[in-house]
C-alpha cells in the first residue's frame, strides 16, 4: 500500500515552454502532497505544501506564479513549470501524506527529471 | 534558521566494513527524526526516531537520537554493494527539513 506515482519520470523542454508533472496517490487519499526539488549531489528542498481544495503554501524563495501547483482532488496534484529556464532543470520529487497522519509520514513519488534546453 | 548538517558528505569503504553516517540538527519545534535511504530515485524510509537513547534497529541498520546533544547516527555493519546509496537525514518539526545526504559507496 502507500503507492505514489508520478508522470512523467523524465521530460526534456525547451526553454520559455511550461511543463506539467503529475502527482497521484494511487491507494490512499493525500489531504497534503508536497513537492520537493533536489539539485545534483544536493539535499531535497520543499518547495511547496499542496492541501487539496485550498492555495499550495510556498517556501521562501520560490516563485509561486512560475511554479503553479494545483491540489484539485484527494489523489493528484500537478506542478506546472511556467517559462521554464535551463536553471529549472531539476529532479522534482512530490510526496503525499493521508490523513490523520503524522508529519513524518510521508510516501515519495519515484521523482521526475525535468531538462530544460 | 531551521537546518540538519550531515557528514561525512562522502565515504567509500570496503565491502564487510562498518560505517557510521552522523545527523547533526537545528529545528525550532523538533518533534522526530528520520533517516532516508536514495538510490536512483526517490528516498525509502528507514528509521523515526522520537526517543533519545532508543536504538532502532533493522537487520544490519541500526540509528539512535541524542536530543541533549541534537544528533543522531545510523549505523550499517558488515556493509554489502547493495548499501551503496545516498543516505539522508531530516528533522521534523511543522515540515521535514533535509540534511544534504551521504554519498555511501562500498566497494566489493
Known amino acids: 500500500g502507500a503507492v505514489v506515482s508520478q508522470h512523467p519520470s523524465w521530460v526534456i523542454c525547451k526553454s520559455g515552454t511550461s511543463v506539467k508533472i503529475e502527482c497521484r496517490s494511487l491507494d490512499f487519499q493525500a489531504t497534503t502532497m508536497f513537492w520537493y526539488r533536489q539539485f545534483p549531489k544536493q539535499s531535497l528542498m520543499l518547495m511547496a505544501t499542496s492541501n487539496e481544495g485550498s492555495k499550495a503554501t510556498y517556501e521562501q524563495g520560490v516563485e509561486k506564479d512560475k511554479f503553479l501547483i494545483n491540489h484539485a482532488s484527494l489523489t493528484l496534484s500537478t506542478l506546472t513549470v511556467t517559462s521554464a529556464h535551463p536553471e529549472d532543470s531539476s529532479f522534482y520529487i512530490c510526496?503525499?501524506?493521508?490523513?490523520?497522519?503524522?508529519?513524518?509520514?510521508?510516501?515519495f513519488g519515484p521523482g521526475t527529471r525535468l531538462t530544460v534546453t | 534558521e531551521d537546518k540538519v548538517v550531515q557528514s561525512p558528505l562522502s565515504l567509500v569503504v570496503h565491502e564487510g566494513d562498518t560505517v557510521t553516517l552522523n545527523c547533526s540538527y537545528e529545528?525550532?519545534?523538533?518533534?522526530?527524526l528520520l533517516w532516508y535511504k536514495q538510490e536512483k530515485k526517490a528516498p525509502t524510509f528507514l528509521f523515526m526516531l522520537t526517543s533519545s537513547g532508543i536504538e532502532k534497529k533493522s537487520g544490519r541498520l541500526s540509528s539512535i537520537l541524542d536530543k541533549k546533544e541534537l544528533f543522531s547516527i545510523l549505523n550499517i555493519t558488515a556493509t554489502q554493494t547493495g548499501d551503496s546509496a545516498v543516505y539522508l537525514c531530516?528533522?521534523?518539526?511543522?515540515?521535514?527539513?533535509f540534511g544534504k545526504g551521504t554519498r555511501l559507496h562500498i566497494l566489493p
Open positions: 510526496s503525499a501524506r493521508p490523513p490523520l497522519a503524522g508529519s513524518y509520514e510521508q510516501y
Open positions: 531530516a528533522a521534523v518539526d511543522d515540515k521535514i527539513i
Open positions: 529545528v525550532t519545534n523538533f518533534r522526530s
